[in-house]
């Protein structure tokens, strides 16, 4: 079974600020030397934040 890796609180921000600036996964990915799939789930995790966040 492969490791995973968690974000740090930081790298999180980074990746919710890049999202927002329209940078893709695969740019994202590139800046954190991460899985595609730790930036797709973080996104994923955090999208109805941001929709309660809205309101």
Sequence with gaps: ?????????????DVLLSHTEGKNIS?????LHCDKST???ELA????NQEVSDM
């Design 1 to 13: 079974m492969g490791c995973y890796y968690h974000l740090s609180l930081e790298e999180r921000e």
């Design 27 to 31: 740019k994202i990915v590139r800046k």
């Design 39 to 41: 930036i797709a789930c």
């Design 45 to 48: 995790a955090n999208s109805c």
